[in-house]
């Protein structure tokens, strides 16, 4: 032993070890950032002692964590563990190296991150950064010496080599926060400049959101306006919402507790307290630890909304963050309302030209002049017009003249509004038929305006529409009425199909006899058809008590899985309010299944020239309906493949059910549930139970059927209902006692 300390005190005394520590402070020296700093030293460190691996943890007292800054391409990966666990941490409270010769005999070390990277540690050195005044601010580790395990000569080496490095390290380190601070409060002006000209109100909801979570350096933040007329807080910005729009009461949960009191709130931990409301957490799946909650008040001291701010990284809130949002949301106030007066203003004009262009029937407007002020592009296409400088401007006389000369007299003699049916119009030489709504416009002080006419074109053209809108899509029929018939032709494009089927159909026929089984399916058909119709869909047809919609042909959208999906979501959620009245009237309630498929499908005119239907056929189509077949066989209601989940755009509530290869297949595809529709009444725990299903799922994949079954039975613990789980509990069992070799995860479907 004596021999070994003089050996390494030689070397450590050394000429050659006083130029390594040299060059250690030179090459610190020369660098430009911490991250660089960090780089450096590890270099120096592993190539020194002969480690395959380094780490330099640097100490962040405000959060009690060890962070680590490693490179990953062209980007640096911040790494964070607590300043008491693994072998770090305990370097770190102890003040004292570590020499582990073996990693997973000590209980020290945490297997979990080698589990994730793949990698295998078999001994680390470990010791803390220390300054040359003794604090400690860090941790250097190494893993994994080539040839010889770690010694003390090694851990004297590296404790000698982090010292000196520790002076340049605590420079860069207090210039970087110098810096993170300054590019905070650049921010901070830069918002708060731009709030006197933006007018734009979502624009600067979404930046003061954002500028919020990195000033506070949180996970999410919202902020929440007071409606007035409705008393309800609402937001239609924040991350993590997605497209949603958040409403409710001013007076609930924390937020409404903070915008009542006028007083900042500031929780760490928000499920122990009861004012917190946990439902968006169960609905999206994110938890909330810690909340920062502030009231924004205006000018004249009037409270006009909350800002919330969640989840603080590596800890609760503290009192610097609590006046830095309250400064914050003091300036940002009157931004706000100029913003929101400005789109209240713009909303409603965009509302009323909106409504104006949209409306089928021809709106004109007069002044007390006699001009004719405005004319929207029905009124344009009714009175043969290609453009709307035809008719502006004109005075009336010199417009509506001919045969059309009759209006002029209902002009001059309109009092209290007049209505004229199936009068006759005539433009470019045709007769056009049409009802005629003529009524004065009155200001607020009930003076003269002008005088609005309202032209319903009532012609056989329209009268056909709407005849044939009964047997087909509106928007198909329209196409076929405007001589779009070549647009029908047999074309391919990518679509999204949706099947629905009612279970236990031939129950409910028995049950009602043909008249009430007809007069079910209208009910449920026209609930259906307006779930899909509202999102752009096309019905394709029904087939007996089933249905086929199309998404994506012959008019595609941008984002037509998503629409598929919630029009699925839509239909569940409606027919559970249609069992509802039947429930009341002592009827039997509907269930049925939906499948969701996306793919290339072939559409246009099928049939002979007598009789002819558009319709999709292909591949796509066929898999969509197995699909939908497979949902009883999960207790599902909605599923969707694979190919429709990954061209969603939106995050919705799934999970994986399978991954099957369906009859008439040969490549497996992947099925997932989708449980948006479910309330807690209907899938209780579901968190709980997505959380174990999904591990059961894993095992599962991997042929560890008892793991898989003691996942799947924690599952169905918490939802005794959860059909899917309880399937996988069979399953694993008949596969545990057939013990494939081949084992792939993919299950063949024997169903059609």
Known sequence: MGSTTTSRKKIVGSDK???????????????????????????????TIGAERGTIFLNNEKTGELYSRVAQGNFMREIRIMNTRGVAGWVYTNQKGAIILDAYKDDRFDKSVDMRTGYRTKNILCTPLRTVTGETIGVSQLLNKSGAPFNEQDLEILEAMTKQAAIALQSHIALEAMEASRKQELEFLDVVSQISSELELSSLLSRIVSTITTMLDAERSSLFINDEKTSELYTEVGEGLGKNVIRFPNHLGIAGTVFTSGEILNIPHCYADLRFNPAFDKQTGYFTRSMLCAPVTNKDGKIIGVSQVLNKRGGSFSSEDEARLVAFTSQISIGIENAALFDNVQNLMNYNMSMLSSMSNGVITINEDSEIETCNDSGLRIMKLEESQQILKQKATDFFKGENEWILSKLENVEEGEYIPDAELTFENEKISTNVSIVPLKSTE??????????????????????????????????????????????????????????????????????????????????????????????????????????????????????????????????????????????????????????????????????????????????????????????????????????????YRTRQVDNMIVKGKTKPVKVYEVLDYHTKESFPNMIEVLEMFNNGMEFYNEAKWDDAIKYFKKAEKANPKDKASIMYIDRCTTLKKQNPKDWNGVWVSKSK
């Open 17 to 47: 070890f006083a130029q390594l520590l040299l060059n250690v402070n030179n090459d610190l020296a020369a660098t430009k950032s911490l991250d660089n700093a960090l780089e450096t030293l590890v270099g120096i460190t592993t190539s």
């Open 446 to 651: 009930n003076e003269s305006l002008g005088t609005m006419i309202m032209l319903e074109d009532i012609s056989n053209e329209k009268r056909m529409k709407s005849t044939m809108s009964r047997y087909m899509d509106a928007d198909l029929a329209e196409q076929l009425m405007d001589g779009g018939e070549g647009l029908l032709g047999g074309q391919e494009s990518i679509g999204t199909v949706l099947f629905s089927d009612i279970r236990s159909f031939t129950t409910l026929t028995e049950e009602l006899g043909a008249q009430g089984t007809v007069a079910l399916l209208n009910e449920y058909f026209t609930i259906m058809v307006d779930c899909v119709q509202n999102e752009g869909g096309m019905l394709d047809k029904f087939i007996g008590d089933a249905m086929m919609a199309i998404f994506g042909t012959p008019f595609p959208h941008d984002d037509d899985p998503d629409r598929a999906v919630r029009a699925a979501i839509a239909m569940m959620n409606d027919l559970n309010d249609y069992n509802m009245r039947r429930a009341k009237e002592g009827k039997l309630p509907i269930d049925h299944g939906m499948g969701l498929n996306t793919d290339n499908i072939m559409s246009g005119n099928i049939g002979s020239p007598k009789r002819m239907d558009y319709t999709v056929i292909g591949d796509g189509v066929n898999l969509a309906a197995r699909v939908e077949s497979a949902c009883k066989k999960y207790g599902a209601h909605i599923l969707t493949t694979e190919y429709s989940f990954k061209a969603f755009k939106a995050t």
